[in-house]
């Protein structure tokens, strides 16, 4: 009793129910099959297994690469760690109990890490650059860390030392054409002196 296979019974007859039955599978449905034992056909367990894997793959690499694109993006330091304060602060309003919460161990006041020295000094040399530095938080602990790192730390203000190299520079070109001037002078003196 061999029944022949029609489009009721084998779906791959026809080019449309096969893209179908590709559908079907990659959503799980794996009914379009059901008429083969696996066991008389160990190609198409074979296939299965390739298919399930190889389609895995390919959509974690694609996730991979537009993930990738958009980290590419915003590639900024800054935002992924405000980002990952956002997430820490949500685990910790709605994924804690109150009693939790209270807990030193998990929550400390201060959060002590490791940092490069050389780093370290750079940017808070361009933080205090661009007046950046001076907030009202943490005032002892921004001096200690001054002290460790000996960054001398100047009263006056950013600008106003722009302000005095700009002026620096104009009273040095204003000397070099006071001597181009003299020079000058003292040339045409001498020219004057050879025409008489």
């Not at 389609?55 to 330091?77: A, F, H, Q, S, T």
């Not at 760690?81 to 956002?86: G, M, P, Y």
Request: net charge negative; proline share 2%; hydrophobic share 40%.
């Amino acid at each position: 009793m061999i029944q022949t296979p029609d489009k009721n019974t084998n779906m791959f007859i026809d080019i449309r129910s096969s893209l179908f039955a590709m559908y079907l599978f990659l959503a799980g449905d794996s009914s379009a099959l059901s008429n083969w034992e696996y066991t008389d056909n160990p190609s198409i367990a074979i296939l299965i297994i390739l298919f399930s894997l190889l389609v895995v793959i390919y959509l974690m690499n694609l996730l991979i690469g537009l993930l990738n694109m958009e980290i590419g993006k915003d590639n900024n330091r800054v935002s992924y760690l405000i980002q990952k304060a956002e997430i820490l602060a949500e685990i910790e309003l709605f994924y804690l109990l109150p009693h939790q919460r209270r807990w030193q161990t998990w929550f400390p006041e201060v959060i002590h890490y490791y940092a490069d020295a050389d780093k370290t000094r750079i940017e808070i040399e361009r933080l205090i650059k661009e007046n950046e530095w001076d907030n009202k938080e943490f005032i002892n602990m921004q001096e200690k860390l001054l002290e460790q790192l000996q960054i001398k730390r100047y009263t006056i203000d950013n600008k106003v030392m722009e302000k005095l190299s700009v002026l620096e520079k104009l009273e040095k070109s204003y000397h070099e054409k006071l001597e181009k001037l003299d020079k000058l002078e003292t040339l045409e003196k001498s020219y004057c002196d050879k025409l008489d």
